[in-house]
C-alpha cells in the first residue's frame, strides 16, 4: 500500500518504525481539513502495512507541538446536523482501527485538538517545556470531544480544571508527569531520540504479540471487567502462536535493561 505525496506533515518508514512530523510550525502545527485527510490516509497505510511496528508522531518548530484546529482556516462541518461527525476522529489511530503503539514526543504548547492524538497514545514522552491547555472556554466554545478522551487517561479533576480555566492557566510538563498523562520527561535536545529509542526497541518484539496487547487493553476501556477479560483471552488464543512463532527464546532475555 502506497501512502503517496504529504503536505502538512512528513512521514518516513526505517527499520519498522513510521515517523510523523507535523509540519506546519509558521500555524503553530495546528490542524487542518488537508491534514485531516493526510492522516486518514496515514492510519490507513499504518493498518494495512505489516512493516509498520510501531509509530512515532512529533512535530518542527520550536514553540508548539500543535495548538488544536487552525483557527483561521476552520475545519469542515457539515450542514446537515444529523451528518456531522467528529472532526478528530480522523486524527485518531485507535477510531480508524490502526492499533500499531503510538508514541507521542511533545514539546512547546499541547493546546485543544491536539488532545485527540494524546488521548489515543500508548506513550508519551515530553519536555520540560510542554503545556498542556484547552482554550475553548475562553472562545465561548462548548468543550467536549477532547475532554471526554481525556478524562479516559487522567483524573477527571485535572480534566475540569483544564476545560474550566481554558486561557488562564496550563498544566506544566511536571504535573502531567504527576498525574501519569506523560510517562517521562527528557531535555528537549534529547527528546526525539528518546522516542525513536522506545519505538526501537517496541518494534524489536513480534508485531502479533504488540498489536494484540494494544487492542485487548484499550478495548477494556470500554466495557466491563468479565466482557474485557473474555475479548482478551480471545486475542491471546489468537495472537499467542503466531507471536511466539516469530520468537528466538534464547535471544530474548538480556541483562540490558532500564529502571525507571
Known amino acids: 500500500m502506497e501512502l503517496g505525496s504529504l503536505k502538512s ?36 497505510f499504518a493498518r494495512e502495512t505489516g512493516d509498520v511496528h510501531v509509530i512515532v508522531l512529533r512535530a518542527n518548530g520550536e514553540r508548539a507541538f500543535s495548538t488544536g484546529s487552525d483557527t483561521g482556516e476552520g475545519t469542515f462541518i457539515s450542514e446537515n446536523v444529523f451528518s456531522r461527525r467528529d472532526p478528530g476522529s480522523d486524527l485518531s ?4 482501527g490502526c492499533w500499531k503503539p503510538l508514541i507521542c514526543a511533545v514539546h512547546g504548547m499541547v ?11 500508548d506513550i508519551i514522552v515530553s519536555s ?28 477527571i479533576g485535572e480534566v475540569l480544571r483544564m476545560v474550566l480555566l481554558g486561557l488562564d492557566e ?18 528537549r535536545a534529547d527528546l526525539w531520540d528518546r522516542a ?9 518484539k513480534p508485531a502479533a ?16 471487567r468479565s466482557h474485557a477479560l473474555a475479548t482478551g483471552m480471545s486475542y491471546t488464543s489468537l495472537g499467542n502462536p503466531i507471536g511466539k512463532a516469530e520468537v528466538v527464546k534464547s535471544e530474548v532475555r538480556t541483562k540490558e535493561y532500564e529502571v525507571r
Open 9 to 44: 506533515v512528513i512521514a518516513e518508514l526505517n527499520g519498522h518504525i513510521l515517523t510523523i512530523t507535523l509540519n506546519r510550525p509558521e500555524r503553530l502545527n495546528s490542524f487542518t481539513n488537508l491534514m485531516r485527510d493526510e492522516f486518514r490516509r496515514i492510519w490507513d
Open 93 to 96: 489511530p485507535k477510531h480508524n
Open 111 to 121: 493546546a485543544g485538538g491536539a488532545l485527540y492524538w494524546l488521548n489515543e497514545a
Open 128 to 155: 520540560p517545556d510542554a503545556q498542556f491547555f484547552d482554550p475553548h472556554v475562553s472562545y465561548g466554545m462548548v468543550a467536549a470531544l477532547e475532554p471526554i478522551g481525556l478524562a479516559h487517561r487522567i483524573p
Open 170 to 187: 496550563r498544566m506544566s510538563a511536571q504535573r502531567a508527569y504527576e498525574i501519569g498523562f506523560v510517562s517521562e520527561i527528557v531535555p
Open 196 to 204: 525513536e529509542r522506545l519505538a526501537q526497541r517496541i518494534a524489536a
Open 209 to 224: 504479540a504488540i498489536q494484540g496487547s494494544v487492542r485487548a487493553i484499550w478495548e477494556s476501556k470500554d466495557t466491563g
